[in-house]
């Protein structure tokens, strides 16, 4: 006789699609496209999206727009606890009664921030990981703001527009390679894991979502401090099909200075900017930058 194997224990309770729309009623909640609201109502993907999130157990997730707490959930299910920034007050002040609702144990994990995520400067725990479904309109700016402020934050895995997870995982010499490809490179390396259906959100988007996931590493070793770096790339993407040369003739103060400071960081003057990495680019502002 053999021993048989114990039960596996089923999975705890996510918000479904009924739960949702009747937590919106009860709050008188309509999405905004303002806002960027697109609640997901499916608890499979929220599964999913901590599975890749890789959470370890002693963690602190910094979430970004809970919302109604789909996600909350299950990250509370994976983490130490949750800091969620949430700009909309009625949703900020609805989000710990849903958690002591749906995870009495865990509510006092839960700490959450009425604030804009773009704005927000100090947090109640120091989080360690990022874990979000970013409004696609601010969703590149939120990251970037909030790696530049934490540095606590080691990895993370953000639900974005599927167009912007292929760009913020770009490669240079890749078509969709750019400024937000490049920016964040400078705080580590980012991969697209995967791609979210739009059946799963209410209201649907017109676009299918895409998964960004990143391991911070340190910065490029140079004299330039990041607003110097990102000055450079700034001006050579904002006219894409210029030369380098031609293209930073503003930022270096004449095409000579431009030529001039690319040839000192090992640059050709006549290559574009979209095949260039993060180092280059480093290179290129600390060779422009007077000492």
Do not use: C
Not at 123 to 136: D, I, K, M
Not at 227 to 251: N, Y
């Amino acid at each position: 006789m053999t021993d048989s194997a114990p039960d596996a224990r089923p999975p705890a309770p996510l918000l479904g699609a009924a739960d949702i729309r009747a937590l919106a009623g009860e709050l008188d909640v309509r999405p905004t496209k303002t806002l960027g609201q697109n609640f997901v109502i499916d608890g499979n993907t929220i599964r999913r999206i901590v599975e890749a999130a890789k959470v370890d157990p002693a963690e602190t997730v910094l979430e970004v727009g809970p919302g109604l707490g789909s996600l909350t959930l299950g990250l509370l299910d994976a983490a130490a606890r949750v800091v969620a920034v949430e700009i909309d007050p009625v949703l900020a002040g609805r989000l710990p009664e849903t958690v002591r609702a749906w995870r009495p144990e865990r509510a006092d994990d839960l700490h959450v921030v009425q604030a804009d995520a773009m704005r927000v400067t100090e947090l109640p725990a120091e989080p360690t990981a990022l874990v979000a479904n970013l409004p696609y309109n601010v969703a590149v700016p939120v990251v970037l703001h909030l790696l530049a402020t934490f540095g606590s934050l080691r990895h993370g895995l953000v639900m974005v527009q599927d167009e912007v997870a292929d760009r913020m995982a770009a490669r240079p010499g890749s078509r969709t390679y750019g400024v937000p490809s490049v920016k964040a490179a400078w705080y580590g390396t980012m991969r697209k894991a995967g791609v979210i259906g739009m059946n799963v959100f209410w209201p649907a988007p017109r676009i299918s979502s895409g998964l960004v996931a990143f391991e911070r590493t340190a910065p490029p070793q140079t004299s330039a401090s990041r607003e110097e770096v990102f000055a450079v790339i700034d001006a050579a993407f904002a006219q894409r099909r210029k030369t380098l040369r031609a293209a930073l003739a503003g930022w270096a103060g004449s095409p000579a200075a431009a030529e001039a400071a690319l040839r000192a960081a090992g640059v050709d003057p006549s290559a574009r900017g979209e095949v260039l990495d993060i180092h280059a680019f480093a290179r290129i502002a600390e060779a422009g930058t007077p000492s």
